[in-house]
Nanobody, 115 residues
Framework: QVQLVESGGGLVQAGGSLRLSCAASRNILNFNVMGWYRQAPGKQRELVASITSGGSRNYADSVKGRFAISRDNAKNTVYLQMNSLKPEDTAVYYC?????????WGQGTQVTVSS
């Protein structure tokens, strides 16, 4: 089991930027994939971005060109840089880590984009 702690959410105007952080309690290179998901009220949780242990990145079509996932292995932290934010990006954002034994979730951080 790993503990994942998200931070960096908040209220921002449309067009603004935020950077989310996900700090893991142990070496993130042990995980096959780490990712960011989001869940808006009344909607299903969806994948926003992911990064594999080899460094391959994947993005939802809705955020391509605006969001960027990265990681700092020395700090065991994964980041999500969010630019050109839109009201439809409003959601609770969750960090996720997958390894052979299963997945773990953080507690989530709220992102609200005002128009």
């Amino acid at each position: 089991q790993v503990q994942l702690v998200e931070s960096g959410g908040g209220l921002v105007q449309a067009g603004g930027s935020l950077r989310l952080s996900c700090a893991a309690s142990r070496n993130i290179l042990n995980f096959n994939v780490m990712g960011w998901y989001r869940q808006a009220p009344g909607k299903q949780r969806e994948l926003v971005a992911s990064i594999t242990s080899g460094g391959s990145r994947n993005y939802a079509d809705s955020v391509k060109g605006r969001f960027a996932i990265s990681r700092d292995n020395a700090k065991n932290t994964v980041y999500l840089q969010m630019n050109s934010l839109k009201p439809e990006d409003t959601a609770v954002y969750y960090c996720n880590a997958w390894e052979a034994s299963g997945g773990s979730w953080g507690q989530g951080t709220q992102v609200t984009v005002s128009s």
